[in-house]
């Protein structure tokens, strides 16, 4: 029963994550609730804000989380904990290379009317935000999945939705992303996550 509504719900995601795929294929535009909310960020601006988000952004840049990945890849080697190894390898640079190609595919450009900073290349789903949820929530599953100990589980987790959710905001405060850009970044690095975890599970 728990297997069949997981299912029913990565279905759900992933048609969500697929009609703003065609709503926004080859779109200059935002749709639906991404110009109002660009706007209600863009309100707030100012220098201190601006360089907090650029510095939160950086947190999810390909430069920054790959030797994240490496460290701990080698942790877990010396270990020898292969599959949880190859579980975030897969969660990281799997995660780069999909964003890559599904970017490719729907070819939406960027809100270059709210940009805060420059940015180039392609906007549907947000690398950022898909990179981020299925590092981090891989990271989680490794450390939380033999503590006992509900209290650090829910501290550990906290921590990596405030840090998942903060990335999302910097990028649309930035102006380098639509939030259906945000939301679609977040559904890909989810069921990306939940895939490989079940197969790391088997």
Not at 56 to 62: D, F, K, N, V
Not at 102 to 113: A, C, E, G, L, Y
């Amino acid at each position: 029963m728990k297997d069949n509504k997981k299912k029913t719900i990565n279905i759900i995601l992933l048609l969500i994550f697929l009609t703003f795929g065609m709503m926004v294929r080859n779109s200059t535009e935002g749709i639906l609730f991404d110009t109002k909310l660009l706007e209600f960020l863009h309100k707030g601006t100012n220098p201190t804000l601006l360089k907090i988000m650029k510095g939160i952004s950086y947190l999810g840049a390909e430069k920054f989380l790959v030797p994240i990945m490496l460290i701990i890849i080698v942790f877990n080697l010396i270990k020898k904990n292969i599959r949880e190894s190859l579980f975030l390898l897969v969660n990281t640079l799997g995660s780069f290379t999909l964003n890559s190609l599904i970017k490719q595919v729907f070819q939406r450009t960027r809100p270059f009317d709210f940009s805060l900073v420059k940015q180039g290349g392609l906007s549907y789903p947000s690398g950022h935000a898909m990179v981020v949820m299925s590092m981090y929530l891989s990271i989680f599953y490794l450390l939380t999945r033999k503590e006992e100990d509900k209290n650090k589980q829910f501290l550990i987790g906290l921590i990596i939705c405030i840090y998942i959710i903060s990335m999302g905001i910097s990028r649309m405060y930035l102006g380098v992303h639509w939030p259906t850009d945000i939301i679609g970044g977040y559904i890909c690095g989810y069921l990306l996550y939940d895939i490989s975890k079940k197969i790391i599970k088997e």
